[in-house]
């Protein structure tokens, strides 16, 4: 079992910037590849960056490529999820998840929320206009 607590979700102005966290407790972190989703009301579950191992491989989604960074902190089995120039579209419930894989899928496959083992309990994101 992994346990994922996300944190530092909250409501900002547009073009503001925001640091998420996905701290994981439990199995080794270094077996899992990451991924950051989310969800607004209305709409499907949506990955916006993942990330392989070892922090080497990332994928973004077309929508935050050049805005948001991923990154992971393997000694202190954390993820991040730095969104800067938010725009109030980016307004959901931000997810992480962890996927059981040594290495990381293609873009198509890691991408996918079936793929994902584990996931957190959210934490909301709100970009006021």
């Known amino acids: 079992q992994v346990q994922l607590v996300e944190s530092g979700g909250g409501l900002v102005q547009a073009g503001g910037s925001l640091r998420l966290s996905c701290a994981a407790s439990?199995?080794?972190?270094?077996?899992?590849?990451m991924g950051w989703f989310r969800q607004a009301p209305g709409k499907e579950r949506e990955c916006v960056a993942a990330i392989d191992w070892i922090g080497i491989t990332k994928y973004y989604a077309d929508a935050v490529k050049g805005r948001f960074t991923i990154s992971r902190d393997n000694a202190k089995n954390t993820v991040y999820l730095r969104m800067d120039s938010l725009k109030p579209e980016d307004t959901a419930v931000y997810y992480c998840?962890?996927?059981?894989?040594?290495?990381?899928?293609?873009?198509?496959?890691?991408?996918?929320?079936?793929?994902?083992?584990?996931w957190g309990q959210g934490t909301q994101v709100t970009v006021s206009s």
């Open positions: 998840g962890a996927d059981r894989i040594s290495g990381i899928h293609d873009y198509t496959t890691q991408t996918n929320w079936a793929v994902y083992d584990y």
């Open positions: 439990g199995r080794t972190f270094t077996n899992y590849a």
